[in-house]
C-alpha cells in the first residue's frame, strides 16, 4: 500500500513552454502533498507544501508564479513550470500523506519527473 | 530551524565490511528522523525511522540506526556491506510532531562497495 505515482517520468522540453507534471496517489488519499527539487549529485530541496482544497505554501526562495502546484483533489497533485529555462532543469519529486490526528503521519515519495529544458 | 548534516559525501568500504553513514541533527524540537536511500535515477525509499518510540530502529536490508539526543546524532549502520547497498543515502529530520511539515534533508553520502 501507500504507493505515489508521477507522471510523465521524463519530459524534454524547448525554453520557454510550459511543463506539466502529475503527482499520485494510487490507494490513499492524501491529504498533503510536497513538491521537492533535486539538483544533479545534491539534496532535495523542499520547494511547496499542497494541502487539498487551499493554495499552496511555498519555501523562501521559490517562485511561486514559475512553478503553479495545485491540489485539486484527494489523491492528485500538479506541478507547472511555466515558461522553462535551462536553469529549471532538474529532477522533481513529489511525496504525499494523509493525516491522521495524534498518529505519525509518514509521507511517501513518488519515483520522480526528469524535467530537460533544452 | 531544523538542520541535518551528513558528514562525507562519499564513503568506500569493502563487500562485507562494516557500514556506518554519519548523520547528525539540529531540532529545537524533538525531532522524526529518517534515511531514505535513493537508486540512479530513482525517487526515495525509506530505510528506517525514529519516532520518538525505540532509540535503536532497525530498518529494511539489514540497516539500523541508534538516535542518540545527547550526541544530536542518528548514524545508519550495518554490519556487512553487499554490493546491491551501492547507492545514495540520505538523512532526513521533520519538526513538527506527526510528520506534518516537509521534510529537511541532508546533503547525501554516496556509498561505494568495492569488491
Known amino acids: 500500500g501507500a504507493v505515489v505515482s508521477q507522471h510523465p517520468s521524463w519530459v524534454i522540453c524547448k525554453s520557454g513552454t510550459s511543463v506539466k507534471i502529475e503527482c499520485r496517489s494510487l490507494d490513499f488519499q492524501a491529504t498533503t502533498m510536497f513538491w521537492y527539487r533535486q539538483f544533479p549529485k545534491q539534496s532535495l530541496m523542499l520547494m511547496a507544501t499542497s494541502n487539498e482544497g487551499s493554495k499552496a505554501t511555498y519555501e523562501q526562495g521559490v517562485e511561486k508564479d514559475k512553478f503553479l502546484i495545485n491540489h485539486a483533489s484527494l489523491t492528485l497533485s500538479t506541478l507547472t513550470v511555466t515558461s522553462a529555462h535551462p536553469e529549471d532543469s532538474s529532477f522533481y519529486i513529489c511525496?504525499?500523506?494523509?493525516?491522521?490526528?495524534?498518529?505519525?503521519?509518514?509521507?511517501?515519495f513518488g519515483p520522480g519527473t526528469r524535467l530537460t529544458v533544452l | 530551524a531544523q538542520s541535518v548534516t551528513q558528514l562525507g559525501s562519499h564513503v568506500s568500504v569493502s563487500e562485507g565490511a562494516l557500514v556506518l553513514l554519519r548523520c547528525n541533527y539540529s531540532s529545537s524540537v524533538p525531532p522524526y528522523l529518517f534515511w531514505y536511500v535513493q537508486y540512479p535515477n530513482q525517487g526515495l525509499q525509506l530505510l528506517l525511522k525514529?519516532?520518538?518510540?525505540?532509540?535503536l530502529v532497525k530498518g529494511i536490508n539489514g540497516f539500523e540506526a541508534e538516535f542518540k539526543k545527547s550526541e544530536t546524532s542518528f548514524h545508519l549502520t550495518k554490519p556487512s556491506a553487499h554490493m546491491s547497498d551501492a547507492a545514495e543515502y540520505f538523512c532526513?529530520?521533520?519538526?513538527?510532531?506527526?510528520?506534518?511539515?516537509?521534510?529537511?534533508f541532508g546533503k547525501g553520502t554516496h556509498l561505494i562497495i568495492q569488491p
Open positions: 525514529y519516532t520518538s518510540a525505540a532509540t
Open positions: 511525496s504525499a500523506r494523509w493525516l491522521v490526528a495524534g498518529a505519525f503521519n509518514e509521507q511517501f
Open positions: 532526513a529530520v521533520s519538526e513538527a510532531g506527526g510528520g506534518a511539515d516537509g521534510l529537511t
